[in-house]
């Protein structure tokens, strides 16, 4: 009787880590792991979860770079779009989660796995995620996901791992960190709560710097392509850029408090330089160079297209419907923003754009009219009260 294939969804840390020892000696399956990289790791540390990887007993282990491909069909979109989760999360772990699935369930299809398996647990988003990406790309195939189905805590996986011999730094171990180029997430036993923030030790990046730095943002049809005078040769560059200028600020972090798609709340902190300074950027230099009717569809429609991105639904042929509408309205967001670093805080102090509609020429906000007559402006205001005029006058009429 033939071994059984399994690909696994792996990232070298605590749940994918138990996932491999117990595929391996509690079920007897070929494992062959996929680390797909959103941008979230070095090469030295791809190389390293590699080699722990094969250390760890599994037959074959994979890395399959998405960056490019994340950013040109998603992250951009999430940036036209101003896209924040409850005005807060810039979907760093949602957004990254479907690319990741994606890649592996093509993966599995072409090596012929008889199995797909994955470390999310049974009470959050994760686990939605990759099972509909399986459903939809490698339907029938068999999913295996042991934190869920054995309902494990963290400490009993650490309890596991260290009684079949494995040594990590279970200190980090405590936290469940992802991290990608659209923002690292973490989780702890202080976001299973509601009134906890986590510590300083928690987050990715310490502030190391305490003198505030002005940089400016480049923006080309929405697009961030340079940071300063410097431009890139492509816009993972910039935003990589930029997170190495911001994070030093420990710019970035907070807590995300959210609604699951399983109906639960939850919590998650995270940290975000870069994706928040663009997606805070980009909207500024929005309001000045786009109308007010664009600015309105695009914020409904940029916060639509984030609650399906989070509740795992990129792959609906709606979704790229939107992308064709946001994609319209960039045509005139270019020009420059400026932006200045401090510790664990920005500003946003302006914008430059041949297309900034905010022209003195037609009149300046509080000060003087160019384009029109105060004469105007009476004859424009009593024809825009008349209906509520009206409709208060035949109110009073008929009150009792």
Request: glycine share 8%; hydrophobic share 40%.
């Amino acid at each position: 009787m033939s071994v059984k294939k399994v690909v696994l969804a792996y990232s070298g840390g605590l749940d994918t880590s138990y996932c491999v020892k117990y595929l391996t000696q509690e079920k007897g399956y070929e494992v062959h792991s996929v680390l797909v990289d959103t941008g979230g790791f070095t090469e030295d540390q791809l190389s390293a979860i590699e080699t722990r990887a094969l250390q760890m007993g599994v037959t074959r282990h994979k890395t399959i770079r998405a960056t490019h491909d994340f950013y040109n069909r998603c992250i951009k979109y999430l940036i036209f779009g101003n896209v924040l989760r409850n005005n807060t999360y810039p979907l760093s772990v949602s957004a990254e989660r479907i690319f990741q699935a994606t890649a592996i369930a093509e993966y599995a299809a072409e090596v012929q796995a008889d199995a797909v398996a994955h470390g999310s647990t049974g009470a959050g988003n994760d686990q939605v995620r990759f099972d509909m990406v399986f459903h939809i790309l490698i339907p029938g195939i068999e999913i295996i996901t042991p934190i869920r189905d054995m309902k494990l805590s963290r400490q009993q996986e650490i309890d596991y791992l260290k009684k079949h011999g494995v040594e990590m730094d279970w200190s980090k171990a405590a936290y469940s960190i992802n991290q990608g180029i659209w923002g690292t997430s973490v989780g702890g036993k202080e976001t299973l709560t509601s009134d906890k923030y986590l510590p300083d030790e928690a987050f990715p990046s310490p502030c190391k710097e305490n003198e505030p730095k002005n940089i400016s943002l480049i923006f080309e049809k929405g697009e961030l392509k340079g940071i300063g005078g410097k431009i890139f040769g492509n816009s993972v560059e910039a935003i990589q850029h930029l997170h190495a200028l911001a994070s030093t600020f420990a710019i970035g972090r907070d807590i995300h408090v959210g609604d699951t798609i399983i109906g639960i709340k939850g919590r998650v902190g995270f940290e975000a330089a870069a994706p928040l300074i663009i997606i805070k950027a980009h909207h500024l230099l929005e309001k000045h160079v786009l109308t007010k009717w664009q600015q309105y569809w695009k914020e409904q429609m940029g916060n639509w297209y984030g609650m399906l991105l989070h509740e795992g639904q990129f792959l609906e042929p709606v979704m790229r419907n939107v992308e064709a509408f946001l994609d319209d309205t960039q045509k005139n967001v270019t020009g420059e923003v400026l932006v200045k670093l401090l510790p664990y805080r920005f500003i946003l102090e302006g914008i430059r754009s041949k297309y900034d509609l905010m022209q003195s020429k037609y009149g300046s906000y509080g000060e003087m009219n160019e384009g029109w007559s105060g004469e105007d402006v009476k004859g424009f205001s009593r024809i825009l009260a008349n209906q509520m005029m009206i409709h208060n006058q035949v109110t009073n009429d008929n009150a009792s």
